[in-house]
């Protein structure tokens, strides 16, 4: 029997009808209206298949609590100081309570939080939304359902099958192959096309009971895994022969569609792309992540996306608040990465202002990405040195620095002292304040660590200094706290893969060598600099 919502005529709001209330059942007002509960759909996994509504949310968000099959690079759409909390359901393993999922998306919502409780696919679709949704009505918390898109449908379009083909698809029903013993099988035997989600692990039983009644045990049928991820997998068959075809694999999470439709299906005779079959680790810091995937998906790589670097705010805000109460002394604001912009603005809002506070400071950053950011804030530089690196801002500044008061928001830890005491040495008056800080995570995930044990990592990329630092750490620790006392031949048939010259100087000070540098140091230049080696090393 379906679970039934409180009526919002319970909910105690005076004045109106029970007709008139039920359009408070998808959104509901808050007397704080900051806080709020997004039940948001993550679909298929990678950025490129989010709505334009959840990239929004998500940019906002204070607290995502997310399910597992969610994939990681979402988390590079979030604020640095969004928090994170992993409530996963997988078969067969420990998995939280759906009681406390509820409490914790009531109890983030009393504290006045943006609270994101980010599901795979769409909500609606075997998503298990009615018990939050049913917590959040009787508690009066202001919600919004954001639909996700949906591996049940858009699974078999990936793979190619039309599941509603003019004269073998009239319809198709969608059913979930957790419990096969409780489903009408003479019935569905007589349906043209089946979805099935979550049904990998009964395959065998599945076949057997459509076979069983009625069935014909040649009708195709098709196993899509991973719809829409690089790594996405079809294996085509008949209910005959399925089984004994995905015998041994690992399918789950997968997509199986039967039904005539899947004979239909058209397999385009596309050139391979330059990167296929190759596996790439990304070592991500948050303002990049995202951008250098999806560039490395465009030419066929699958990806592995390690965070390398946590980007927080400094240990104390006290400098930075003294140099924006004093901003009209300076002359010149540096800013050499998108992190500095994002959190020197944030401190800004935090004072009440915004980038009018900036109108007699001239603005200096360096790098294609950091002038982005600064966009994002209604701005433009006013110089940006050629190279894209710290070191050439000095070289090509517009005139002479002497004299000149330069605020320069950086990471906590001290970084571009070259460019400082260059300046310094041209006579300018520099006041570093820090604006952020950059940490190394705590572990090394377990997928990375097994693609590297397994040799499956064709190329390590590292677009700053500090992600070479930190991956050495997590490297060595996870390989001492496994038994390996060599970490270095862990990786010896892996490239390495460094933005540029700097960060090239740190991998082979931390790991011995670099393989592969790219000529523009940008992301695009990076991903340009792979595909040119892989080419030419086949």
Not at 195 to 210: C, D, H, P, Q
Request: charged share 20%.
């Amino acid at each position: 029997m379906a679970e039934k919502l409180p009526h919002p005529q319970c909910l105690g709001v005076p004045g109106r009808s029970p007709r008139r209330e039920s359009n408070l059942i998808f959104t509901m007002l808050s007397t704080d209206s900051r806080a709020k509960v997004y039940l948001m759909g993550a679909g298929l996994g990678p950025v490129a298949y989010l709505t334009q509504r959840a990239i929004a949310v998500l940019g906002r968000a204070n607290v995502v609590i997310y399910d597992a099959l969610v994939s990681q690079e979402l988390f590079d759409l979030l604020p640095p100081d969004c928090e994170r909390i992993f409530v996963g359901k997988r078969g067969g393993q420990p998995s939280t309570p759906q009681a406390k999922i509820n409490q914790l998306l009531v109890d983030h919502y009393r504290r006045g939080k943006q609270v994101v409780r980010l599901k795979s696919g769409d909500p609606w679709i075997f998503g298990r939304i009615m018990p939050e949704l049913a917590t959040l009505v009787t508690h009066h918390c202001a919600y919004e359902v954001v639909p996700g898109i949906s591996s049940a449908i858009a699974g078999a379009g990936l793979a190619s099958i039309p599941l509603t083909a003019k004269d073998s698809g009239a319809g198709f029903f969608v059913m979930d192959g957790h419990d096969p013993h409780r489903w009408p099988w003479p019935a569905l035997a007589q349906l043209p096309t089946l979805v099935i989600l979550m049904g990998t692990k009964n395959l065998s039983l599945l076949v057997n009971e459509l076979v069983r009644a009625g069935k014909s045990p040649h009708t195709p049928m098709a196993v899509i895994k991973n719809a829409g991820r690089p790594e996405q997998q079809t294996w085509e068959g008949t209910l005959a022969d399925m089984v004994e075809k995905t015998q041994g694999q690992s399918l789950a999470p997968a997509v199986i569609v039967i039904g005539d439709v899947v004979s239909q299906r058209i397999i385009p005779a596309l050139p391979p792309l330059p990167l296929t079959e190759k596996t790439i680790l990304v070592t991500r810091a948050a303002d990049q992540a995202s951008q250098f995937t999806e560039l490395l998906h465009q030419q066929g790589a699958t990806v592995l996306a390690m965070a390398a670097l946590e980007i927080v705010p400094p240990k104390d805000w006290q400098p930075l608040d003294q140099a924006i109460a004093k901003l009209g002394d300076f002359d010149w604001l540096i800013l050499t990465s998108a992190n500095g912009v994002e959190f020197f603005f944030q401190r800004l809002q935090h004072h009440g202002l915004d980038s009018r506070a900036l109108a007699g400071l001239k603005l200096a950053v360096v790098g294609k990405k950091t002038a982005q950011s600064l966009e994002k804030f209604g701005l433009k530089p006013d110089f940006i040195p050629p190279d894209f690196i710290a070191d050439a801002l000095v070289e090509h500044f517009p005139h002479s620095p002497a004299g000149l008061k330069i605020l320069f928001p950086r990471v906590e830890s001290g970084g571009r002292a070259q460019l400082v005491q260059e300046l310094s040495q041209k006579q300018a008056l520099v006041t570093e304040v820090p604006s952020y800080q950059s940490a190394c995570p705590g572990h090394m995930p377990e997928e990375v660590w097994q693609s590297i044990v397994n040799q499956t990592v064709d190329v390590i990329t590292f677009a700053s200094s500090k992600t070479v630092s930190h991956f050495r750490q997590l490297l060595a620790q996870t390989s001492q706290a496994n038994g390996y006392q060599d970490w270095r031949s862990l990786i010896n048939h892996c490239q390495i893969a460094s933005i540029g010259p700097q960060t090239s100087e740190r991998c082979l000070r931390e790991l011995g060598r670099v393989d592969i540098e790219a000529t523009e140091y940008t992301l695009e230049g990076l991903t340009g600099a792979i595909t040119n080696y892989v080419y030419q090393n086949p």
